[in-house]
C-alpha cells in the first residue's frame, strides 16, 4: 500500500527515492501512467524545446496570452529557488499545497496493477502536467525539460511545437552533434501540425524529420522573420506583419529570435487562440523572468544569467560586451560538471578581471577548484597574458557573492552566472542588497 504524505518537501523526497537513476530515457513508463491516470487536455497545447532560450519563449507565450485576456497555463523547469516556480497557472506560480492531490494521483496510478518506475523529472511532470490539464486553461504553455522525443512531456500530443536556438548540452545523453541533437528536438513535432523552429541555421535532421512526418514546417527567414533598427522592431510571417513593437522586457539581442518564434506560434494558432496585435505589443515590453540576464538595479551593477552551455554564454558575452564599459567586471561562476567548461571559460574569459569560483549544493557540481584548474590550464595554452587575473574560491554561490560586493567599487560589475543552481542560491533570499559602502548610508 502505498504511504501518503501531507506536504510538498515529503513528496519531492519521495520523487528521489523512487528509481535509481536520475535521467532515464524512454516514454514507455511515462506514457503508461499517463494513460493509467487518463491524462488530456481540453485545450489548445505548445511545446517549447531547444537549447537555450526555451524559458524565455514559455514567458512570452505566457504573456502575450494573459494580456489576450486568457488563462494560461505554464510547465517549465528547473526551477531557480523554490519547485513551486514550475508551475504557473493564470500568471501566478502554484502554492505548495496545490501541487498534493496530484502527487497522490501519480503515485496510485504508478503502483495500479504492477509497479511502474519514475524518476524525479518524470513524476513532477506527470503530476504538474494532470495540475495543467485540471485547471480550465485556454492554452497549456510546456518546456521540455532534455531533448524532446523521449522527453517526458512529449507524452502530450501538442497543438504547436517551438523548437528555440539548438547547440550541445548534455551530449552523453543527447549526442555531441547538432544534427543527432536536432533529431531528439524534432521528435516533438506532430504530422499535419504547426512546428516553429526559430533557429536561424537550424541542423538539416530537423527540416528532414519535418518532410518525413508531414509537420507545417515554419521556418525563421522563410516563413517568418523580423528586422529592428535601435528604437523598435518589426515582424513578418504568413499573412500578417506586425510594424513598430518595442523590444521585448527581457534583456539580450537573442530575444528577439525568441519572440519572433512566439509571434510565429500565434500565428500558427490564430483559430484556436487569436490573439490583438495590442496583446503582443503589451504582452512582450512586460515580460518578466528572473535570472536571464536580470540587472538587479544598485551598485555596482550586479547581472544574474542562468547561462551554462557554450552557446549561452556566447549570448551573455554579447549582452555584456553590449552594456559599455566598467573599470572591473568581477565574475562569480559556478557549474555542473557535465558541461563543456573549456570554450565557455574562453569565450567569456576576457571581460573578466576577477574570478569567484564556488562549489554548488548538488553532486553533479563541479568544485571550485577544479574550475580553477581548468581557467589556470587555460591560460598556460593562451600564453598566460592575462595570468594576471585572481582567483578566489568560495563554499556557495552567496559567500562567493558576498566577496564580490566587499571588493567591488560602485562602478563596477559583477555577474553570476553558471547554472541555475549558482543564480537560484543568489536569489534565494530575495534579491540580493547591496551593501552600505555604495548607497552612501
Given at each position: 500500500m502505498h504511504s501518503t504524505f501531507s506536504t510538498l518537501p515529503e513528496w519531492l523526497a519521495h520523487c528521489e527515492q523512487i528509481h535509481p537513476q536520475n535521467i532515464a530515457?524512454?516514454?514507455?513508463?511515462?506514457?503508461?501512467?499517463?494513460?493509467?491516470?487518463?491524462?488530456?487536455?481540453?485545450?489548445?497545447?505548445?511545446?517549447?524545446?531547444?537549447?537555450n532560450g526555451k524559458g524565455s519563449t514559455c514567458a512570452m507565450l505566457e504573456a502575450v496570452a494573459l494580456q489576450a485576456g486568457y488563462k494560461p497555463g505554464v510547465y517549465t523547469s528547473p526551477h531557480l529557488v523554490h519547485f513551486e516556480e514550475r508551475c504557473r497557472i493564470h500568471g501566478e506560480i502554484a502554492k505548495a499545497e496545490d501541487f498534493l492531490p496530484h502527487f497522490e494521483a501519480v503515485e496510485a496510478a504508478r503502483l495500479q496493477g504492477e509497479e511502474i518506475l519514475l524518476t524525479y523529472f518524470e513524476f513532477t511532470t506527470l503530476a504538474i502536467l494532470r495540475m495543467l490539464s485540471l485547471s480550465k486553461l485556454d492554452v497549456a504553455i510546456l518546456e521540455v525539460g532534455?531533448?524532446?522525443?523521449?522527453?517526458?512531456?512529449?507524452?502530450?500530443?501538442?497543438?504547436?511545437?517551438?523548437?528555440?536556438?539548438?547547440?550541445?548540452?548534455?551530449?552523453?545523453?543527447l549526442g555531441n552533434d547538432r544534427e543527432t541533437i536536432g533529431r531528439e528536438k524534432a521528435g516533438i513535432m506532430r504530422p499535419?501540425?504547426?512546428?516553429?523552429?526559430?533557429?536561424?541555421?537550424?541542423?538539416?535532421?530537423?527540416?528532414?524529420?519535418?518532410?518525413?512526418?508531414?509537420?507545417?514546417?515554419w521556418r525563421f527567414g522563410h516563413d517568418f522573420n523580423y528586422e529592428g533598427d535601435r528604437q523598435q522592431w518589426g515582424w513578418a510571417g504568413r499573412g500578417r506583419r506586425y510594424a513598430g513593437l518595442s523590444y521585448p522586457a527581457l534583456r539580450g539581442a537573442n530575444q528577439l529570435m525568441n519572440a519572433s518564434g512566439v509571434l510565429?506560434?500565434?500565428?500558427?494558432?490564430?483559430?484556436?487562440?487569436?490573439?490583438?496585435?495590442?496583446?503582443?505589443?503589451?504582452?512582450?515590453?512586460?515580460?518578466?523572468?528572473?535570472?536571464?540576464?536580470?540587472?538587479i538595479p544598485g551598485q555596482p551593477t550586479l547581472v544574474l544569467d542562468v547561462a551554462h552551455n557554450p552557446h549561452s554564454v556566447a549570448a551573455l558575452t554579447a549582452n555584456l560586451d553590449a552594456m559599455g564599459y566598467f573599470p572591473t567586471t568581477h565574475a562569480v561562476f559556478g557549474a555542473m560538471a557535465d558541461k563543456d567548461l573549456t570554450p565557455m571559460l574562453l569565450k567569456v574569459g576576457p571581460l573578466i578581471d576577477r574570478w569567484y569560483f564556488t562549489d554548488l549544493p548538488t553532486p553533479r557540481a563541479e568544485s571550485a577548484s577544479n574550475l580553477q584548474q581548468k581557467w589556470s590550464a587555460l591560460q598556460m595554452v593562451a600564453g598566460a597574458t592575462r595570468s594576471e587575473v585572481p582567483v578566489n574560491l568560495y563554499q556557495n554561490p552567496q559567500e562567493?557573492?558576498?566577496?564580490?560586493?566587499e571588493a567591488a567599487d560602485p562602478a563596477d560589475r559583477i555577474?553570476?552566472?553558471g547554472s541555475f543552481y549558482t543564480v537560484g542560491e543568489v536569489l534565494k533570499d530575495g534579491p540580493p542588497r547591496l551593501h552600505a559602502k555604495h548607497l552612501g548610508e
Amino acid at each position: 500500500m502505498h504511504s501518503t504524505f501531507s506536504t510538498l518537501p515529503e513528496w519531492l523526497a519521495h520523487c528521489e527515492q523512487i528509481h535509481p537513476q536520475n535521467i532515464a530515457m524512454g516514454l514507455e513508463r511515462v506514457r503508461e501512467v499517463a494513460q493509467r491516470m487518463a491524462l488530456k487536455f481540453d485545450c489548445p497545447v505548445i511545446t517549447v524545446a531547444g537549447t537555450n532560450g526555451k524559458g524565455s519563449t514559455c514567458a512570452m507565450l505566457e504573456a502575450v496570452a494573459l494580456q489576450a485576456g486568457y488563462k494560461p497555463g505554464v510547465y517549465t523547469s528547473p526551477h531557480l529557488v523554490h519547485f513551486e516556480e514550475r508551475c504557473r497557472i493564470h500568471g501566478e506560480i502554484a502554492k505548495a499545497e496545490d501541487f498534493l492531490p496530484h502527487f497522490e494521483a501519480v503515485e496510485a496510478a504508478r503502483l495500479q496493477g504492477e509497479e511502474i518506475l519514475l524518476t524525479y523529472f518524470e513524476f513532477t511532470t506527470l503530476a504538474i502536467l494532470r495540475m495543467l490539464s485540471l485547471s480550465k486553461l485556454d492554452v497549456a504553455i510546456l518546456e521540455v525539460g532534455l531533448g524532446g522525443r523521449l522527453d517526458a512531456t512529449n507524452v502530450v500530443d501538442a497543438d504547436c511545437a517551438i523548437i528555440t536556438s539548438i547547440d550541445i548540452d548534455h551530449a552523453a545523453i543527447l549526442g555531441n552533434d547538432r544534427e543527432t541533437i536536432g533529431r531528439e528536438k524534432a521528435g516533438i513535432m506532430r504530422p499535419g501540425r504547426p512546428v516553429i523552429v526559430s533557429d536561424p541555421v537550424p541542423p538539416q535532421s530537423v527540416l528532414d524529420h519535418a518532410a518525413e512526418i508531414g509537420a507545417d514546417l515554419w521556418r525563421f527567414g522563410h516563413d517568418f522573420n523580423y528586422e529592428g533598427d535601435r528604437q523598435q522592431w518589426g515582424w513578418a510571417g504568413r499573412g500578417r506583419r506586425y510594424a513598430g513593437l518595442s523590444y521585448p522586457a527581457l534583456r539580450g539581442a537573442n530575444q528577439l529570435m525568441n519572440a519572433s518564434g512566439v509571434l510565429a506560434a500565434y500565428e500558427a494558432l490564430r483559430q484556436l487562440v487569436p490573439v490583438t496585435a495590442q496583446a503582443v505589443r503589451t504582452g512582450l515590453a512586460m515580460v518578466e523572468l528572473p535570472g536571464r540576464f536580470q540587472i538587479i538595479p544598485g551598485q555596482p551593477t550586479l547581472v544574474l544569467d542562468v547561462a551554462h552551455n557554450p552557446h549561452s554564454v556566447a549570448a551573455l558575452t554579447a549582452n555584456l560586451d553590449a552594456m559599455g564599459y566598467f573599470p572591473t567586471t568581477h565574475a562569480v561562476f559556478g557549474a555542473m560538471a557535465d558541461k563543456d567548461l573549456t570554450p565557455m571559460l574562453l569565450k567569456v574569459g576576457p571581460l573578466i578581471d576577477r574570478w569567484y569560483f564556488t562549489d554548488l549544493p548538488t553532486p553533479r557540481a563541479e568544485s571550485a577548484s577544479n574550475l580553477q584548474q581548468k581557467w589556470s590550464a587555460l591560460q598556460m595554452v593562451a600564453g598566460a597574458t592575462r595570468s594576471e587575473v585572481p582567483v578566489n574560491l568560495y563554499q556557495n554561490p552567496q559567500e562567493a557573492l558576498r566577496a564580490a560586493v566587499e571588493a567591488a567599487d560602485p562602478a563596477d560589475r559583477i555577474v553570476v552566472f553558471g547554472s541555475f543552481y549558482t543564480v537560484g542560491e543568489v536569489l534565494k533570499d530575495g534579491p540580493p542588497r547591496l551593501h552600505a559602502k555604495h548607497l552612501g548610508e
